[in-house]
Structure formats: structure tokens, C-alpha cells
């Protein structure tokens, strides 16, 4: 059975930190593409940053600089450092292994693939 089980998420303050883990079992998970993708109220799913199998990242332009994706096959696990955190920034946060669903011009959170239940992240100003 395939899990993603992720932690981490929790409230700060604008300029804070926070660490979000992932922990898959279940999956090869050195071959696997990993991402972390974040969904608001009322807004679409986006991709904040991925890490492929061959270990090149991708961090969309809103977190470039701030958040940081890394992985320690050892563990099974993915991690997203976020530094100054910002009040948009508040979200689920979920973990993939997968892509997110993507219908008529809007993109959906959990997606396709395997993915984690999501964790709350809350930035307060």
C-alpha cells in the first residue's frame, strides 16, 4: 500500500519558518519525482516546488529564494524548508509523488498519483 504521510505544517507569523516533511513507503521512492503542491481557499492548485529523480528542482516564482525542497533517500522522505513565510502563503500543503489534476483551465488538489492528506499551513501578519 502506498502512503505519503506528511508534518510539520502549523501557524506562524509572517517571517517565520516551518519545516513540512513527507515520509513515503509503499514506492520505489528513489525513482519517483517527489513535489510539494499547495491549494487556498478559493484558489487553484499550483506546484511550489519539485524534485525529480535525478535530484533538479523546481520552485515556482512566489517561493524562489525562500523555500528550499531536499530529500534523503535513506529516510524515504521529502522535505520543504519555508523561510519568510508570507500571509499568502497560507495553504494545504500536499505532498505528491504525481501531478495535480488539471480540468477545463483549473487544477485540483489531491490530484494524479499518490498523495499525502495535506497539511495546514497558516501565516498570520
Known amino acids: 500500500e502506498v502512503q505519503l504521510v506528511e508534518s510539520g505544517g502549523g501557524s506562524v507569523q509572517a517571517g517565520g519558518s516551518l519545516r513540512l516533511s513527507c515520509t513515503a513507503s509503499g514506492f520505489t521512492f528513489d525513482d519517483a519525482d517527489m513535489g510539494w503542491y499547495r491549494q487556498a481557499p478559493g484558489n487553484e492548485c499550483e506546484p511550489v516546488s519539485t524534485?525529480?529523480?535525478?535530484?533538479?528542482?523546481y520552485y515556482a516564482d512566489s517561493v524562489k529564494g525562500r523555500f528550499t525542497i531536499s530529500q534523503d533517500n535513506a529516510k524515504n522522505t521529502v522535505y520543504l524548508q519555508m523561510n519568510s513565510l508570507k500571509p499568502e502563503d497560507t495553504a494545504v500543503y500536499y505532498c505528491?509523488?504525481?501531478?495535480?489534476?488539471?480540468?477545463?483551465?483549473?487544477?485540483?488538489?489531491?490530484?494524479?498519483?499518490?498523495w499525502g492528506q495535506g497539511t495546514q499551513v497558516t501565516v498570520s501578519s
Open positions: 524534485i525529480s529523480s535525478d535530484g533538479s528542482t
Open positions: 505528491a509523488a504525481g501531478r495535480a489534476y488539471c480540468s477545463g483551465g483549473y487544477c485540483y488538489c489531491p490530484g494524479l498519483g499518490y
